[in-house]
């Protein structure tokens, strides 16, 4: 490669990373926002069935927490301590990574206001 012809291409490749560096970052990707109305939090009150009970009521002799009544600020904390890791658990502190406060807090009012 000749001086002329490497210099060029120095040029060209400074040119295009110059160019690249002024365009402005891509958007953050958007998510979908929770969805908290009653239909939104009923669907995610049925994901915790398979191993809660519908509406959070396991089956009898069950060795799985019943959920069904339980006062909304110990089912936030419990969930907080899973998400946290503070509480040990098999499969719960993975599940409660997936929400955010919101969800949680809109799942113990729901699970709350179930009859136990």
């Known amino acids: 490669m000749t ?3 490497a210099t060029a291409l120095a040029c060209a490749l400074a040119g295009a990373n110059l160019a690249a560096a002024q365009q402005p970052a891509p958007p953050a990707p958007a998510f979908a926002a929770p969805n908290l109305a009653e239909k939104g939090v009923e669907s ?3 994901s915790c069935a398979s191993c ?3 509406r959070g009521k396991p089956v009898s ?3 799985v927490a019943s959920l069904a009544g339980r006062p909304k600020d110990e089912l936030v ?3 907080n301590q899973f998400r946290s890791g503070q509480r ?3 499969i719960m502190h993975q599940i409660a990574k997936g929400y955010g406060d919101a ?3 809109a799942l113990a ?3 709350a206001k179930q009859p136990r």
């Open 3 to 5: 001086l002329r012809a």
């Open 52 to 54: 809660h009970g519908t």
């Open 109 to 111: 009012d729901y699970f």
């Open 77 to 79: 904390q419990v969930m």
């Open 103 to 105: 969800e949680i807090a």
């Open 61 to 63: 002799g069950s060795a």
């Open 44 to 46: 995610m009150a049925a």
């Open 88 to 90: 040990p658990a098999t």
